[in-house]
């Protein structure tokens, strides 16, 4: 079966500092991959997207930035942290044919 | 993708049926009805989704009226780890899945024991 993983679950981060925030899927080969942020009661902004290894798709300008060095793994990150970048962080990923998306445990990031 | 009324809470007794209603009167012919749920702090989880028959797994079942306007998600037996936010969400398929997913505020499930 597939299963998804993702990490830290929760980081506090000062302003300005680096941020890295992995994912990892196995038990399936080639997936779509997708980086989301959930606020409350507003659902899912799409922020990246992959469909293969080396390529991003960037949904909305930020101070954000994605990468994909392998099949199954997509990163979140950021060189300086704003304030507004605080937030949950979904992993996410579909089978290429499919339709259904499953998404990671989430991460909850807290820039100070 | 279109939008959906779901009401905003529901209680449910331990080990009785629950029923959660949603409403997509906007719904076009190619989208389906996907239902996830989420637990405080936690990432969605994936239960169910039809496009125009019922469906039925290991969780839930799912009943799309005739005219696919509305549908119902049945927890048959639910428990006390089936207290989530329940969300109701209709799609098309497209080839890369890069869309927002309008989640909206959901159900709020409490499962009663």
């Known amino acids: 079966s597939q299963t998804i993983h993702q990490w830290p679950a929760t980081l506090v981060q000062p302003v300005g500092s680096p941020l890295s925030l992995e994912c990892t899927v196995e038990?399936?080969?080639?997936?779509?991959l997708y980086w989301y942020r959930q606020a409350a009661g507003r659902g899912l902004q799409l922020l990246f997207y992959?469909?293969?290894?080396?390529?991003i798709s960037s949904e909305v300008p930020q101070n954000l930035s994605a990468s994909r060095p392998q099949d199954r793994q997509f990163i979140l990150s950021s060189k300086k942290l704003l304030l507004s970048d605080s937030g949950f962080y979904l992993c996410?990923?579909?089978?290429?044919?499919?339709?259904?998306?499953?998404f990671g445990e989430g991460s909850w990031l807290t820039v100070v | 993708d279109a939008k959906t009324t779901q009401p905003p809470s529901m209680d449910c007794a331990e080990g009785r049926a629950a029923n959660l209603p949603c409403n997509h009167s906007?719904?076009?012919?190619?989208?389906?009805v996907y239902w996830y749920r989420q637990i405080h702090s936690q990432g969605p989880q994936y239960i169910i989704h039809?496009?125009?028959n019922n469906e039925t797994n290991e969780m839930a079942s799912l009943i799309i009226t005739e005219d696919r306007k509305s549908s119902t998600l049945i927890l048959p037996h639910a428990t006390l780890r089936d207290t989530a936010v329940y969300y109701c969400i209709v799609r098309g398929l497209d080839q890369t899945g890069a869309n927002n997913l309008f989640f909206g505020t959901g159900t709020r499930l409490t499962v009663i024991p």
């Open positions: 039809g496009l125009k």
């Open positions: 992959s469909v293969g290894i080396g390529q």
């Open positions: 038990g399936t080969s080639n997936p779509n």
């Open positions: 996410a990923w579909r089978r290429g044919a499919g339709n259904t998306i499953y």
């Open positions: 906007t719904i076009s012919g190619n989208e389906y």
